[in-house]
């Protein structure tokens, strides 16, 4: 069976691609990846021509191709149960604090872009900012098992989406309550993100320093 490719952007800020990416490695999938740098006026040209999504992730696999981070993460669990819960009222759980992430925190997400290669520094965030750091961390308080370093026990396609927020919280040098820093360190000191982590810091396309 020829390998499925991952389209993705820049692994330094492309926060939507590094989920779906965390997502396909914990499945154990053996895919290609494909870098669609983020920059340039014809970009919206290039998207296009790769999805009707217009945004990376997207995956191309046996002629067909698909979008966004959630497709494409359901999509690995059809073949990897274990990418969810395995206990039905938890996986409902998981799949409502994923989702959450996926439609939600709109203001952190604006204010502080993911950049992976930030060195911390601290910014003056935004009311409606500090509301979603809040949000977070009370949605991780009331959903979490207790079982393990992970939201749910083990890992989950809630903790591949969780991460480019942890890292947000990192780089922009958020105080955390224990439990919520407990839980950002075992997302970024998870294996699978260290090794795209090592890619993103010596990424060499044009970009903007995030404030
Ligand atoms: N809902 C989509 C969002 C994807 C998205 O916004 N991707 C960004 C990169 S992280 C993108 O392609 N931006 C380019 C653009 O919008 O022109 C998903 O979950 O995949």
Redesign the pocket.
Known sequence: MTRPVLHI?NKR?????L??WLVLRKAGIEFEENMVP?HGDD??QR?SALSP?????VLEWQGGVF??????AEWAAEQAPHLWPRDAQQRALARSATARM?SSFMALRGQCSMDLARTPKAIGLKEETRADIATIQALWNDVASMDGPFLFGTYSIADAFFTPVADRFRAYDIPLHASAQAYCDALLSDPDFLDWRKDALVETFPYSEAQ
Do not use: K, M
């Open positions: 952007g800020y492309s926060s939507w691609s989920r779906a983020l970009l919206r998207l999504g217009h945004t990376v992730p979008w966004d981070s959630l497709a494409i996926h």
